[in-house]
């Protein structure tokens, strides 16, 4: 397996100026430790679950940007209606990255249900998404990324990831008030 801070570094280093990059819990909390964007739309604190819901909103009002949401697992699991949704609207411009590590590590790494057994990219075909992919070492993520996040969507990425024990989960980068008018901003800049 790969580490989380090391799969997201692929998606940053080839994420487009133009897209909108949505994390959640341990995502977020490593992507916090990249330069940020000015649509970087880090969800801390997190409302846990909602950045697939949140990421289809602003694909269907953003058609123009693609959109990458990284999950967690754990949200993911609470939330695996919204890739219905996600299929059913065939946002062509939304990608879904789910960190799987088999646990709620920034909650204190108690373990998610189905870990292990459930697999995601069965439930994202069986949702209808376009495109599905998993990788579960970085030197493979590294030769697919492109191609996966590039490819018309809705796409779904499995990516499995090393859980952390013991690591502090995600701070708010600052007043959430603040955060929000300056992303609305910069969604309205083109």
């Known amino acids: ?19 909108i990059v949505i994390t959640t819990m341990t995502p977020a909390r490593d992507w916090m430790t990249m330069p940020q964007h000015p649509r970087d739309l880090v969800m801390v604190p997190s409302a846990m679950s909602h950045a697939t819901s949140m990421g289809l909103g602003l694909a269907l009002a953003q058609p123009d ?3 990458i949401v990284c999950n967690g697992d754990g949200s993911m699991v609470m939330n ?8 059913e609207a065939r946002t062509s411009n939304l990608t879904v990255l789910v960190f799987d590590n088999g646990t709620y590590e920034v909650t204190g790494s ?3 249900p189905g870990a292990g057994t459930a ?23 590294r030769r697919g990324a492109r191609n996966a996040l590039f490819a018309p969507g809705p796409t779904f ?18 007043p959430a008030g603040a955060r ?10 083109k």
């Not at 397996?1 to 080839?14: D, I, Y």
């Open 180 to 189: 929000a008018t300056a992303f609305m901003a910069a969604l309205g800049a």
């Open 110 to 112: 108690q373990r998610v």
């Open 157 to 174: 990425i499995w990516l499995r990831v090393e859980s952390v024990a013991g690591m502090p989960g995600p701070k708010s980068p600052g």
């Open 1 to 19: 397996m790969m580490s989380a801070k090391e799969a997201l570094a692929v998606v940053h280093q080839l994420r487009g100026d133009e897209d």
């Open 119 to 141: 697999n995601f990219v069965q439930f994202a075909d069986g949702a209808g998404f376009a495109a599905t992919f998993q990788f579960s070492d970085i030197d493979t993520w």
């Open 65 to 67: 940007r693609r959109v």
């Open 80 to 87: 695996l209606g919204s890739l219905v949704s996600i299929a």
